[in-house]
């Protein structure tokens, strides 16, 4: 809310950016690019706007930064397409390398994933406005197919939306983690598989409050594919930010 508070033109995204610090949790990156993608709705999406927020943080040492900006950009193109995932991932498209695209296509599908949890599971109004709402036609949630929206993506999307995956998965299956990685394990390939783990594990880490004991009850009701996928993504998510290190 506090990010999304704040107005800014092509000129300010940067310098807003790089106030943003490690007690947002990401929330100040996102907050600040949703208003300024939001405030380009209607209007034609020029690559210079598309590209200006994150270009001034290249050549920096600020490479985490970087990566939360082409993130949050992801969730800004979602204001903009009000919650068309294809549009969205088809103006990360527009970005120039794949690390870059995959970043964005990553804040695609979670800013997806919290539109989904609001209007379904009544999770609270996370990252959307009144004026930034799904269009009609939009469909966030399909309660008889967990692997959505990731199934009606193309393929080179789905590694960066099955890694958010489980934030959809879990509140369906109401938090069992072994009816979950049952979910996960009908992804496809093993890569989809192992990725799709990698969320439920970052998802066990939070609900746990970062305590090995709940980790451990969560992540071992996985499949023998799926436990040390579990456990990775819950060590990632207790160092997301270098706020995080120390613990």
């Given at each position: 809310a506090l990010g999304y508070a704040v107005r800014s033109t092509p000129a300010t995204p940067t310098k807003l950016l790089?106030?943003?610090?490690?007690?947002?949790?990401?929330?100040?990156?996102?907050g600040i690019l949703q208003r300024y993608f939001d405030a380009r709705m209607g209007m034609p999406l020029t690559q210079s706007f598309l590209v200006a927020p994150c270009d001034g943080l290249r050549g920096t040492s600020e490479q985490f930064r970087l990566f939360d900006c082409l993130h949050g950009t992801g969730h800004g193109l979602m204001m903009y397409h009000r919650y068309d995932v294809n549009g969205s991932l088809t103006d990360c498209d527009r970005l120039a390398s794949d690390w870059d695209r995959r970043s964005c296509y990553s804040g695609v599908f979670m800013e997806h994933n919290m539109g989904a949890r609001m209007q379904v599971f009544g999770d609270g109004k996370f990252g959307m406005h009144r004026h930034s709402m799904p269009a009609e036609s939009v469909v966030l949630f399909?309660?008889?197919?967990?692997?959505?929206?990731?199934?009606a993506t193309a393929p080179r999307y789905r590694h960066e939306c099955y890694e958010l995956q489980a934030d959809l998965i879990l509140p369906a299956v109401k938090q069992d983690y072994r009816k979950a990685g049952a979910v996960c394990d009908a992804a496809g390939s093993p890569e989809l598989v192992g990725i799709c783990y990698v969320g439920l594990g970052r998802n066990a880490s939070g609900a746990a409050a970062f305590q090995f004991a709940g980790i451990r009850k969560r992540?071992?009701?996985?499949?023998?594919?799926?436990?040390?996928?579990c456990y990775q993504g819950a060590v990632r998510h207790l160092a997301y930010?270098?706020?995080?290190l120390p613990r």
């Open positions: 790089t106030q943003c610090d490690d007690r947002y949790q990401s929330g100040c990156y996102h399909k309660p008889n197919d967990l692997h959505y929206p990731c199934d992540c071992d009701l996985a499949s023998p594919t799926g436990v040390s996928y930010a270098p706020s995080e």
